[in-house]
């Protein structure tokens, strides 16, 4: 009975990604159809075609990669500095606030500046909007993992005679991987799910696959928007598996230990 | 280095945020942009004295509690009825799933779900309980926003109830609860005097931060939002978006009040307050 009931629970919270790539796929589904009338690649093909679907998943990719890699580059170097810092709480209190801000009212508060550095409407303008939101994030993150046993482990290289660079390039970054790895993973999902700040800086004409996603709404267009949605949510649950995978596999062997 | 490190993280997140909201206060007063007059109250006037403002940042308030609290009751359920699931079951993964979902995609599956012809509509219509769309309840833009704290609640009570898993494990519940058990402690008392406490002390700072989040909330209310009572960050957006220039003072008058209430949450209940370390 309970492995039923939880079995239910499970297949309501994955119900979306079946549903959407069926839509996605239906070549008509109307009420009261709980089917599909047929399937067909037919709006695949469209929207890669004359829909622009293929740029858009390019550019959310490009751009949720490159946040992802700066913010997790600098939060980590940033955050080994604040962890140490004697008012580490409140420099952390800082990372807070435009973390904690909506990402589309920080963005109407930031538009005259884009504006004013002509790079509102551009790419630069749209991954600089999307960084300014990960980056505190990354902070966040990476704050926890400098714990002191991490700072002693850097202490003892120094101690041992080790310059900064040895200490980084032979201790920290090894014994970090698994957070960095997590980290560039999560800020990839934080740069890839944005919509509301790419909208206001990017003025329409940076059109990421949340963009796309919208977009195909208010046309009344659910097929494509089913099949932006696909495309949005299957490669992050790749990652979150890949990720799941790595994290069990850890902990079975320290377990087996 | 660690002084340019300072500097440079400084300048990505409290100096944009500081400079935005400055030319926001200096704008809604009249001091800055294309309407300048010089020095005037008036936009504030309009503002503080406006309905629509208040009831926008009450219903914000309104919904940012009721999924919270909605979501902290599901997860809590979820995990203590589950938690032998969770920790073993091949299906266990599939609660990581709905992390995987961005929240313009989940208003758009909160629309195909709840919409008049929607999943759940067809479901109805199946087993005979309405007879066409137009008699199914209405989920979505309805006036009590009832769409937007279903789907803000699917997407939120997932990923807390992955957190408070997390917690059951690092805090060691189960082996609290037989302690409890071995002092003589009820099922009732194991459960309301250890193991809800111990999670929800845990899950605390989270709560903050995810209601602030919530607060704020845009994609979701974008698309399945009332257009006469709307969530504080789509009236921003609307008065942003009017071609009447004359709107924007109170747009940005209205921002510099959501950022005071978020401070003043941020401030007041400090989710970045450490509390990590079992309860000693």
Same mark, same amino acid.
């Given at each position: 009975?309970?492995?039923?009931?939880?079995?239910?629970?499970?297949?309501?919270? #994955?119900?979306?990604?079946?549903?959407?790539?069926?839509?996605?796929?239906?070549?008509?589904?109307?009420?009261?159809?709980?089917?599909?009338?047929?399937?067909?690649?037919?709006?695949?093909?469209?929207?890669?075609?004359?829909?622009?679907?293929?740029?858009?998943?390019?550019?959310?990719?490009?751009?949720?990669?490159? #946040?992802?890699?700066?913010?997790?580059?600098?939060?980590?170097?940033?955050?080994?500095?604040?962890?140490?810092?004697?008012?580490?709480?409140?420099?952390?209190?800082?990372?807070?606030?435009?973390?904690?801000?909506?990402?589309?009212?920080?963005?109407?508060?930031?538009?005259?500046?884009?504006?004013?550095?002509?790079?509102?409407? =551009?790419?630069?303008?749209?991954?600089?909007?999307?960084?300014?939101?990960?980056?505190?994030?990354?902070?966040?993150?990476?704050?926890?993992?400098? =714990?002191?046993?991490?700072?002693?482990?850097?202490?003892?290289?120094? =101690?041992?005679?080790?310059?900064?660079?040895?200490?980084?390039?032979?201790?920290?970054?090894?014994?970090?991987?698994?957070?960095?790895?997590?980290?560039?993973?999560?800020?990839?999902?934080?740069?890839?799910?944005?919509?509301?700040?790419? =909208? #206001?800086?990017?003025?329409?004409?940076?059109?990421?696959?949340?963009?796309?996603?919208?977009?195909?709404?208010?046309?009344?267009?659910?097929?494509?928007?089913?099949?932006?949605?696909?495309?949005?949510?299957?490669?992050?649950?790749?990652?979150?598996?890949?990720?799941?995978?790595?994290?069990?596999?850890?902990?079975?062997?320290?377990?087996?230990? | 280095?660690?002084?340019?490190?300072?500097?440079?993280?400084?300048?990505?997140?409290?100096?944009?945020?500081?400079?935005?909201?400055?030319?926001?206060?200096?704008?809604?007063?009249?001091?800055?942009?294309?309407?300048?007059?010089?020095?005037?109250?008036?936009?504030?006037? !309009?503002?503080?004295?406006?309905?629509?403002?208040?009831?926008?940042?009450?219903?914000?308030?309104?919904?940012?509690?009721?999924?919270?609290?909605?979501?902290?009751?599901?997860?809590?359920?979820?995990?203590?009825?589950?938690?032998?699931?969770?920790?073993?079951?091949?299906?266990?993964?599939?609660?990581?799933?709905?992390?995987?979902?961005?929240?313009?995609?989940? !208003?758009?599956?909160?629309?195909?779900?709840?919409?008049?012809?929607?999943?759940?509509?067809?479901?109805?219509?199946?087993?005979?309980?309405?007879?066409?769309?137009?008699?199914?309840?209405?989920?979505?833009?309805?006036?009590?926003?009832?769409?937007?704290?279903?789907?803000?609640?699917?997407?939120?009570?997932?990923?807390?109830?992955?957190?408070?898993?997390?917690?059951?494990?690092?805090?060691?519940?189960?082996?609290?609860?037989?302690?409890?058990?071995?002092?003589?402690?009820?099922?009732?008392?194991?459960?309301?005097?250890?193991?809800?406490?111990?999670?929800?002390?845990?899950?605390?700072?989270?709560?903050?931060?995810?209601?602030?989040?919530?607060?704020?909330?845009?994609?979701?209310?974008?698309?399945?939002?009332?257009?006469?009572?709307?969530?504080?960050?789509?009236?921003?957006?609307?008065?942003?978006?009017?071609?009447?220039?004359?709107?924007?003072?109170?747009?940005?008058?209205?921002?510099?009040?959501?950022?005071?209430?978020?401070?003043?949450?941020?401030?007041?209940?400090?989710?970045?307050?450490?509390?990590?370390?079992?309860?000693?």
């Amino acid at each position: 009975m309970k492995k039923s009931a939880f079995a239910g629970l499970i297949l309501l919270l #994955v119900l979306p990604f079946a549903y959407l790539p069926l839509l996605a796929l239906a070549t008509q589904w109307r009420f009261p159809r709980l089917l599909p009338e047929g399937l067909s690649l037919e709006h695949w093909q469209l929207a890669w075609r004359i829909g622009g679907m293929a740029d858009s998943l390019i550019l959310s990719v490009v751009c949720a990669a490159l #946040v992802a890699l700066s913010s997790t580059a600098l939060g980590f170097r940033i955050a080994h500095v604040i962890a140490g810092h004697r008012r580490r709480r409140l420099l952390l209190s800082v990372a807070y606030l435009p973390y904690a801000f909506s990402p589309v009212i920080y963005a109407f508060c930031l538009q005259f500046f884009f504006l004013k550095t002509n790079l509102a409407g =551009t790419l630069a303008g749209v991954l600089l909007g999307q960084f300014l939101i990960v980056f505190p994030f990354s902070v966040i993150l990476f704050v926890n993992h400098w =714990t002191p046993r991490l700072q002693h482990m850097e202490a003892l290289v120094y =101690t041992l005679g080790g310059s900064p660079w040895a200490a980084w390039r032979r201790v920290l970054l090894p014994v970090s991987r698994p957070a960095l790895l997590n980290g560039l993973f999560q800020t990839f999902l934080l740069a890839w799910f944005e919509y509301g700040l790419t =909208t #206001v800086v990017g003025q329409g004409r940076v059109a990421t696959l949340p963009v796309r996603v919208y977009q195909y709404v208010g046309e009344a267009n659910p097929y494509f928007a089913a099949l932006g949605s696909t495309l949005l949510i299957w490669p992050p649950l790749l990652l979150l598996w890949l990720n799941y995978r790595y994290q069990n596999l850890k902990y079975a062997a320290v377990a087996n230990r | 280095m660690r002084k340019l490190l300072l500097t440079c993280f400084f300048a990505l997140t409290l100096l944009p945020l500081v400079a935005g909201l400055c030319y926001a206060l200096a704008y809604s007063l009249g001091l800055a942009g294309a309407l300048q007059t010089g020095f005037t109250a008036q936009h504030w006037q !309009a503002v503080l004295g406006s309905e629509a403002v208040w009831v926008s940042l009450a219903l914000s308030l309104l919904i940012a509690l009721v999924v919270v609290a909605v979501s902290t009751l599901l997860a809590l359920t979820t995990v203590l009825a589950f938690h032998r699931e969770l920790g073993a079951s091949r299906l266990r993964f599939g609660v990581y799933w709905p992390l995987a979902v961005p929240p313009i995609v989940a !208003a758009f599956w909160g629309f195909q779900l709840l919409g008049n012809s929607g999943l759940l509509a067809r479901l109805a219509s199946s087993i005979g309980l309405i007879g066409g769309p137009e008699e199914f309840a209405p989920l979505i833009n309805d006036p009590w926003q009832i769409g937007i704290v279903i789907v803000l609640t699917m997407a939120t009570f997932p990923f807390f109830t992955v957190v408070l898993f997390q917690f059951y494990q690092s805090e060691q519940v189960p082996q609290l609860l037989q302690i409890a058990q071995s002092l003589g402690a009820s099922g009732r008392q194991r459960m309301w005097r250890v193991a809800v406490p111990v999670l929800l002390q845990k899950l605390r700072p989270l709560m903050v931060l995810y209601g602030v989040f919530l607060f704020g909330a845009y994609e979701v209310p974008l698309l399945l939002g009332n257009q006469s009572t709307r969530m504080i960050s789509m009236l921003i957006a609307q008065k942003f978006r009017r071609f009447d220039l004359f709107e924007l003072p109170q747009a940005y008058a209205i921002t510099v009040l959501y950022a005071a209430v978020v401070l003043a949450v941020l401030i007041g209940l400090r989710p970045g307050r450490q509390t990590s370390g079992r309860l000693s």
